[in-house]
């Protein structure tokens, strides 16, 4: 089963993996996060990304918030392209799709990841009962001030 590690600005890596323990209980195991808090010298954060990728022993998805930022540089240091690959614009959606296909290849669980991703951001359209909301309340206007 494929490892999921989050690195990302503090304390976005925590908080998303904490969201997906409130979805998933179950995948506690399979996922991991590492805050890069502002001080840290990236030497340091390397290694311990190092640390924590090899703890798992298995092919591994890594997700950082934002590309060519600290968090996404010191994941690049640890991406091979055969066992971990490297998604950067993580956000809630592609963490959940990704612990959903943790089972999958990691080639699959890649593109999973990047559809859930991209398909949890949308425009919510309006409503028409809140449009006739306000045609009813300029009609009411109008009609007052005849």
Same mark, same amino acid.
């Given at each position: 089963? /494929? @490892?999921?590690l989050?690195?990302? @600005?503090?304390?976005l890596?925590?908080a !998303?993996?904490? =969201? ?6 179950d =995948? /506690?195991?399979? &996922?991991?996060a590492?805050?890069? %808090?502002?001080?840290?010298? %990236?030497?340091?954060s &390397?290694a311990q990304? $190092?640390?924590? !990728?090899?703890q798992?022993?298995s092919?591994a +998805? +890594?997700? *950082?918030?934002?590309f060519?930022?600290? #968090?996404s540089n010191?994941?690049?240091?640890l991406?091979?392209?055969?066992? *971990?690959?490297?998604? *950067?614009?993580v /956000?809630?959606?592609m963490?959940? $799709?990704?612990?959903t296909?943790?089972?999958?290849? !990691?080639?699959?669980l890649?593109q $999973?990841?990047?559809?859930g991703?991209?398909q ?5 359209a309006? *409503?028409? #009962? ?5 045609? /009813?309340?300029?009609?009411n ?6």
């Amino acid at each position: 089963m /494929n @490892h999921i590690l989050i690195i990302a @600005h503090a304390p976005l890596a925590s908080a !998303l993996k904490a =969201c997906a323990l409130h979805v998933f209980p179950d =995948c /506690n195991p399979h &996922v991991s996060a590492m805050d890069v %808090p502002p001080n840290m010298p %990236p030497q340091e954060s &390397v290694a311990q990304a $190092r640390v924590l !990728l090899a703890q798992q022993g298995s092919d591994a +998805l +890594l997700l *950082t918030d934002v590309f060519g930022a600290t #968090p996404s540089n010191i994941a690049k240091q640890l991406t091979d392209g055969i066992r *971990t690959r490297l998604l *950067t614009g993580v /956000n809630l959606p592609m963490l959940l $799709r990704a612990v959903t296909y943790r089972h999958e290849s !990691l080639d699959v669980l890649v593109q $999973r990841a990047l559809a859930g991703g991209s398909q949890g951001v949308m425009q919510v359209a309006v *409503t028409a #009962p809140q449009n006739q909301t306000l045609k /009813n309340h300029d009609s009411n206007d109008h009609q007052s001030q005849q």
